[in-house]
């Protein structure tokens, strides 16, 4: 077998050599192990020598000089009868190493091709347990060979992550479905927000982490919905909801929870956040305060979220606070509000939060207070005529109608199923001495205090 060397690795040879040795170096073949263990004593005689390709034909004519020129022409021919043998292979047309590939884009094998525009689900639909939030359009015959040549406008199914679906309970899926359907307008036509009041304890945390995750990654148009999340909670809670998506996802979304540094650091943080325009952004999700979001709104009024969810939400009530001017300025088209306790005291509040997340569906405040407000407080009125109470109760159920398109409440019975089965033990026992004592104390006063009411009113 002829073995070709580097001009560098010839040069070496050729230097090697008696003056009066007159060998080809491509001859020159040594067993790879003996050749390895030269190579290595090589590097220890001629540290970093570098030959140029030029320099050393130029050392070969000079070197005819001494040595005789017939000796050197030789040592040319083989040198350049070389060349030409690696130029003849190189000259030969490259052959498709695909058995039986005819090319063009009628093959269905494809070489160095790169099928623009294909658009899959991230996930598989149909595989056991899937949670499909997304179902593209059936096609027709003709519509699906059109799409097979142009795949770029095809719709794919939105499913959640099998990591997530695997601990998801019942009553989780069917809430991520609701977000998800709210969050992409699907409910309320123009309107991206939504309430989630369940009741503390089912989960609340996973379910928005299972939607943010879903929009970071997916759409029907296989690309992200949203590149951006921001989650605004108590501050007691930012390093929990850190804590919640390192849980569930193992670290795969890059989260910046923020719940200390000097305002510099911060603004710093938070503008290179907000700037951030890629599809796969730096930071996926930002989590802090609403104290924080509040003193550092003019950075994040800079740019553009995808979506925004307020954890505690009835923080929002007042929608003449700071916090909640701050969080409304935030351009941000898709917002939901968490609460185990979405009224507190009266409409007006439930009116703000669901202003916040769809603004507009309620009509304006004044409108609001004219159109519901008035008449359900009038209706409930112990002095309410008939037919008050009749347009009250209409009113009411008009509103119910409205806000249950964005507003999911679930009670805590549902988890009755997941805890142990409650036992109860009754075991009987005396009193001791001094609780005795007490006892009959305790029992004597309330006695004097009721005769003594008694006689104050004459019973
Ligand atoms: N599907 C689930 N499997 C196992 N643990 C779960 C599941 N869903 C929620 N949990 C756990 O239950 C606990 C309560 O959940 P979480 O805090 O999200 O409830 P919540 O509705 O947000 O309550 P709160 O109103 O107090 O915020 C958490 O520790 C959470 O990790």
Redesign the pocket.
């Known amino acids: 077998m002829r073995r070709s060397y580097a001009p560098s690795r010839v040069s070496i040879i050729l230097s090697e050599q008696s003056p009066n040795e007159n060998r080809d170096p491509n001859t020159l073949y040594k067993p790879p192990t003996s050749l390895a263990r030269k190579r290595s004593s090589d590097a220890k005689r001629f540290p970093n020598k570098r030959v140029c390709y030029k320099q050393l034909l130029d050392e070969i004519d000079s070197d005819g000089e001494t040595d005789g020129k017939e000796k050197n022409e030789t040592r040319k021919m083989s040198y350049f009868n070389h060349e030409q043998f690696i130029l003849q292979i190189l000259k030969k047309p490259f052959k498709v190493p695909l058995e039986g590939y005819a090319g063009g884009s009628s093959s269905s094998k494809c070489l160095g091709m790169r099928r623009t525009g294909l658009r899959v689900a991230l996930h598989d639909p149909y595989s056991d347990g899937a949670l499909v939030l997304y179902y593209p359009p059936e096609q027709s015959p003709q519509e699906q060979l059109s799409s097979s040549k142009d795949n770029s406008k095809t719709q794919v199914h939105v499913v959640v992550d099998p990591i997530l679906c695997q ?3 019942p009553h ?1 899926r069917s809430g991520v479905k609701f977000l998800y359907e709210c969050v992409t307008g699907k409910r309320i036509e123009g309107s991206y927000g939504c309430v989630m009041a ?11 982490i299972t939607l943010v995750w879903t929009l970071i990654r997916q759409s029907p148009e296989a690309v992200p919905t949203a590149s951006k999340a921001i989650i605004v909670c108590p501050s007691s ?1 930012v390093k ?1 909801w850190a804590k ?1 998506f390192d ?2 996802l193992f670290g795969r979304v890059r989260c910046l929870a923020i719940d200390s540094g000097s305002k510099d650091e911060i603004d710093k943080k938070l503008l290179q956040f907000i700037l951030d325009q890629r599809v796969r952004a730096g930071v996926q999700v930002l989590i802090l305060s609403y104290e924080g979001f509040r003193l550092h709104a003019n950075v994040l009024h800079r740019g553009e979220v995808g979506i925004v969810i307020c ?2 939400g009835h923080r929002l009530k007042n929608s003449e606070s700071q916090t909640y001017t701050a969080l409304n300025k935030l351009n941000a088209k898709r917002r939901v509000l ?3 306790t979405p009224i507190q005291n009266d409409l007006l509040e439930y009116f703000s939060l669901v202003h916040f997340v769809n603004a507009g569906i309620l009509g304006t405040e004044s409108e609001f207070h004219k159109t519901y407000e008035i008449p359900i407080m009038r209706s409930r009125d112990s002095d309410a005529s008939e037919k008050e109470r009749e347009k009250g109760s209409e009113k009411l159920q008009e509103l119910i109608e409205l806000v249950n398109r964005c507003i999911i409440r679930r009670t805590a019975s549902i988890l009755t199923k ?1 805890l142990p089965v409650k036992v109860e033990q009754l075991v009987c026992c005396r009193l001791s001495p001094l609780q005795t004592k007490l006892y009959k104390r305790f029992v004597k006063s309330k006695t004097d205090q009721v005769r003594y009411l008694c006689i104050l009113y004459n019973f």
């Open positions: 601990v998801l309970r989780q369940d009741e503390m304890g089912l989960g609340k945390t996973l379910q928005c809670l929990n919640e849980k569930w954890d505690e968490l609460s185990g997941y």
